[in-house]
């Protein structure tokens, strides 16, 4: 079927205002992944899920920044209070049933925070 | 703290010829590594995932190798094309997981006509 969406495409904010990121996996896959990409530090991973659970939040920054996933499936991040250095693209990425497959790709969130 | 390197950082080549992409890592203990293209604004699109157990994987015009022990991947690409043109990168899960990438910073390919 359709490969990873997520929305919006891009999002231009406020400083301290707070925004929402959405992922929508690919059918069936039960491992889900978000990552951030700016230009100083790459690409880094953030939080993981399985099921509707994350076992690994190591990645997130700061309280800021939280995530959750329902029903198996759609997935939010969310971040509080924006600030500048959150200015990225956000790409979420899911995976099949064990977490040693194929990490698949959305094209990402750009957020710019002014 | 895994660290992945790539070299060259970018890489300029005429249409038609054969090219080799490094990747260098440092814990050799991983599950696996995954080559990956990126398109200018474009998100990741998966190219190969080589398991610990094996040694390369083919795909088309593309073949990975994978040394473990010695911290070393190559991604060949024989007769390039136009098309070609991305950044490629690779990653390898870290931090005692199989699922937490790090990825190199990527090396810039222009394939001319």
């Known amino acids: 079927g359709a490969g990873v969406s997520q929305s919006p495409s891009n999002k231009v904010t406020e400083k301290g205002k707070d925004v929402e990121l959405r992922c929508d996996p690919i059918?069936?896959?039960?491992?889900l992944y978000w990552y951030r990409q700016s230009l100083g530090q790459g690409l880094e991973f953030l939080i993981y899920?399985?099921?509707?659970?994350?076992?690994?939040k190591s990645g997130l920054p700061s309280d800021r920044f939280s995530a959750e996933r329902t029903g198996g499936s759609v997935s939010t991040l969310t971040i509080q209070r924006t600030q500048q250095e959150d200015s990225a693209v956000y790409l979420c990425?899911?995976?099949?049933?064990?977490?040693?497959?194929?990490?698949?790709f959305g094209p990402g969130t750009r957020l710019l925070v002014l | 703290k895994q660290e992945v390197t790539q070299i060259p950082a970018a890489l300029s080549v005429p249409e038609g010829e054969n090219l080799v992409l490094n990747c260098s890592f440092t814990?050799?203990?991983?599950?696996?590594l995954q080559w990956f293209r990126q398109d200018p604004g474009k998100g990741l699109t998966s190219l190969l995932l080589?398991?610990?157990?094996?040694r390369e994987q083919t795909s088309g015009r593309l073949n990975a190798s994978l040394d473990k022990s010695s911290g070393r991947s190559t991604l060949y690409i024989a007769a390039s094309q136009p098309g070609d043109s991305a950044t490629y990168l690779c990653?390898?899960?870290?931090?005692?997981?199989?699922?937490?990438?790090?990825f190199g910073k990527g090396t810039l390919l222009t394939v001319n006509p």
């Open positions: 990425a899911s995976s099949s049933l064990s977490t040693q497959e194929t990490q698949y």
């Open positions: 059918s069936g896959h039960t491992a």
């Open positions: 899920f399985q099921g509707n659970s994350a076992p690994d």
């Open positions: 814990d050799s203990a991983i599950y696996n």
């Open positions: 080589i398991q610990s157990s094996q």
């Open positions: 990653a390898v899960p870290s931090g005692g997981s199989n699922y937490k990438l790090t």
